[in-house]
Every structure is written in structure tokens, then in C-alpha cells.
């Protein structure tokens, strides 16, 4: 069983690898593990990173978002609530008011959000 659960969580892992765009060292050291251990479970589950990439549904991954301008007479939100930036998987980024432009920036980037 213990071999069943750790297969689980290394195909998903290798899946977001493939999925983030990142390098194998970038990725594995957000991970906290080995590059090559990410590269030896990725051939051992027959995940290539490139046939993955060609799978991937480009139509799920916008580079842009439409964006919807408010009237000239609307109200701004309160200086106290923050910005929530919602990436296609799901996860939610929250920005306080008082965020610092270059670490947002930074952040973004991280994320695979400029490309």
C-alpha cells in the first residue's frame, strides 16, 4: 500500500512539474526534493515532459483575462480590503493594500503569471 500512495504523489507531482513550466531544479527545490529524483520518477511513470507539454489544452491556460472597467461613477473598494488574484488552477493570491509593487511582481512571475 505504502508503495500505491507514494506512486500517487509522485505522478502528481510530476504532472504539476510538467504543467508549471518550470525547470526540474526550480521546481524540485520549490518541492523540497531532488531534481533527480523528479527526473527518475518522471521516466519510471513514462511522463515526458515534452509529449505532456504538447498534451496540454492551451485553451485552459489564457495568456490574457478579459478584464470588465467599471463606469466612470463607480465607487472604489475600501483602502482597507485586499486584491485577490485567482490563477486558472485554483489557487487564490491575496494582496494586502500596502503590498510592495516588486515582490507582487516577483510573486507573478513565480507563478508562471508573465510570460
Known sequence: MWMDESTRIWR????????????????????????????????????????????????TLPALLPVVVAPSGATAPSLGAALEIVLPDGAVVRVPPTFDEDTLSRVVRALGGSR
Open 12 to 59: 502528481d507531482r510530476v504532472a504539476r512539474w510538467h504543467k508549471s513550466g518550470h525547470s526540474a531544479r526550480v521546481f524540485a527545490e520549490q518541492e523540497g526534493v531532488s531534481a533527480g529524483t523528479l527526473y527518475s520518477w518522471s521516466r519510471r511513470l513514462g511522463m515526458k515532459r515534452s509529449e505532456y507539454r504538447q498534451r496540454l489544452d492551451k485553451a
